[in-house]
């Protein structure tokens, strides 16, 4: 006789006496047949766990008993998978494997349990325990078994210690899955990632799932997981459209450099008008030390973004900025990715520095080519890093390049940019500049805040040391110079010497011989 169920029932209430042939009153279970995607989160890791398992089971099956018989059409659904399941954990008994595993009660569970995630939970156990006997099976049968060959490769003693107790090793693999799974798509709450980095993402994660976990590849998996998670798709931080106060941060940070200033001014009456902002691509030209870098915090300062910077001098690798393929061991995003990934936000200002002194072109290519994307605004709204893989928007950046000269960078680069110059300081200027700036930043320093009574540069001093010390068109060498004062005025300060005074005659004393003695070099003009 062969009996074929028909439905799933429950025993609600036995009419008479409990025998072999009471009667009953039953009820009808239905389960709802639910598809991958209508699983919750938690459902989901233990629905590819269970999978993966089952996918081994069954290449281990067709090894140890040389049939090919088990065939099932692919499922759709969570009910269907489990009757595959259910349907070899009965039929093993049958085949004289040698197993000893014959837990009815469990299979009694997993088929009458009417809540999906414990339902799921008690399938994962089963066949992690028939998966693991399996494989003692096979290793205590013939070590050189193909599949125990491959399984065991490259696993120390710990690892194969822990294979022990099958429970504790279901619950490491798919808890530390789990908790990987719910941090990525925290991340990802209350940003707006494009369709197809979210399609990205999604296959990744379905990967990384199902992917075992002493797979070479499953760290790099979650590597990329990791940034590609943690990229601030669609955040920005809010602009300050306030002219009058980016004014003030401007004047407060910076003496001169009105060019500068009042381009970054314009920017932000632009936006004004317009209700938003979109990104700049500016280049500051000048000698060294008149301030190019220093003013790019201030422009981040004024019109309230965040700011990275990235030094290209000498670089001779485009992965700097476009990052490495996947394909590479300890590949990373390049700088730009990094970069926003640092700032969290996608409309920070981006200081690239020294683009003037790129390397040359060589086998890792050309970095100039590469900004040649980065800074063309019809191109960088879908700029594709090489490790990242997916276009990512970098339209509402504010780039800010620098360099010495602009006759070293190649023409297609120059035209994407607006050049400014940013010219030298004069005698007047570096005046300013050291009272208002450098002396006060030198004392602080110097620790000697508080005890400006105890000390005295002179104005006399002062103006002997731009002149003879301090000829560059910048002010580093001024920074310098002070600096050097301030810290022997601190020394002789912590010996007890009093009145100390720095005069335009003992300042030699304190920064040297100066490299300049006249103005004049020669007391007559010599002949051609």
């Known amino acids: 006789m062969i009996l074929k169920p028909v439905k799933k029932i429950r025993i609600r209430e036995w009419v008479n006496e409990p025998t072999p042939f009471g009667l009953v009153e039953v009820e009808e279970v239905i389960d709802r047949?639910?598809?991958?995607?209508?699983?919750?989160?938690?459902?989901?890791?233990?629905y590819k766990f269970a999978e993966r398992e089952f996918q081994e089971i069954m290449k281990m099956l067709e090894q140890e008993t040389g049939l090919r018989d088990f065939y099932f059409k692919q499922h759709t659904t969570l009910n269907q998978f489990i009757s595959k399941a259910l349907y070899i954990l009965t039929t093993l008994p049958k085949l004289r494997l040698q197993i000893n595993w014959q837990n009815k009660e469990l299979i009694q569970g997993i088929f009458a349990e009417e809540s999906v995630t414990k339902k799921l939970s008690h399938l994962c156990r089963a066949l992690t325990e028939i998966k693991y006997r399996m494989l003692m099976l096979a290793r205590n049968r013939d070590e050189n078994t193909t599949y125990f060959r491959q399984t065991m490769k490259n696993e120390s003693y710990e690892e194969q210690e822990q294979r022990e107790e099958p429970q504790s090793f279901q619950r490491i693999m798919t808890d530390e899955r789990k908790e990987d799974v719910k941090e990525f798509r925290k991340r990802l709450e209350g940003k707006k990632v494009p369709a197809r980095a979210s399609t990205r993402i999604e296959e990744e994660i379905d990967r990384y799932l199902t992917m075992d976990k002493y797979h070479s590849e499953s760290s790099v998996l979650r590597t990329y997981l990791d940034y590609i998670t943690s990229l601030p798709w669609g955040v920005s931080t809010l602009d300050s459209l306030d002219i009058e106060k980016a004014k003030e941060i401007l004047e407060e940070s910076h003496y001169g450099m009105d060019d500068v200033k009042q381009r970054v001014l314009e920017?932000?009456?632009?936006?004004?008008?317009?209700?938003?902002?979109?990104g700049k691509i500016l280049c500051f030209v000048g000698p060294p030390g008149v301030g190019k870098t220093s003013i790019g915090e201030s422009i981040a300062k004024a019109v309230n973004r965040k700011f990275f910077r990235i030094s290209l001098g000498g670089d001779q690798d485009t992965s700097t900025l476009k990052g490495f393929r996947r394909t590479y061991v300890g590949a990373i995003p390049g700088k730009i990715i990094q970069g926003l990934r640092t700032v969290q936000a996608d409309n920070p200002v981006i200081l690239i520095d020294e683009v003037d002194k790129i390397g040359i072109r060589s086998h890792h290519g050309d970095p100039g080519s590469v900004l040649l994307e980065v800074l063309d605004p019809e191109q960088n709204s879908a700029f594709t890093d090489d490790y990242i893989d997916v276009p990512v928007d970098l339209s509402k950046v504010f780039f800010l390049c620098t360099c010495n000269t602009e006759y070293t960078i190649s023409k297609p680069l120059l035209d994407r940019m607006e050049i400014i110059q940013v010219s030298g300081y004069t005698h007047a200027e570096k005046d300013?500049?050291?009272?208002?700036?450098?002396?006060?930043?030198a004392i602080e320093k110097a620790g000697l805040k508080g005890k400006e009574q105890e000390f005295e540069i002179t104005k006399e001093a002062k103006k002997r040391l731009i002149e003879d010390y301090c000829r560059e068109p910048g002010v580093r060498g001024v920074q310098k110079a002070v600096g050097r004062i301030t810290e022997k005025l601190a020394f002789k300060i912590v010996n007890n010497e009093k009145d100390l005074k720095v005069t335009e005659e003992n300042i030699e004393d304190y920064i040297g011989h100066p490299p300049f003695h006249k103005a004049r070099i020669y007391k007559e003009t010599p002949p051609v």
């Open 33 to 46: 047949d639910l598809a991958e995607n209508e699983l919750d989160l938690e459902q989901q890791v233990s």
């Open 432 to 441: 300013h500049i050291y009272e208002k700036y450098l002396l006060p930043k």
């Open 267 to 278: 920017f932000l009456a632009i936006g004004k008008l317009k209700g938003k902002v979109h």
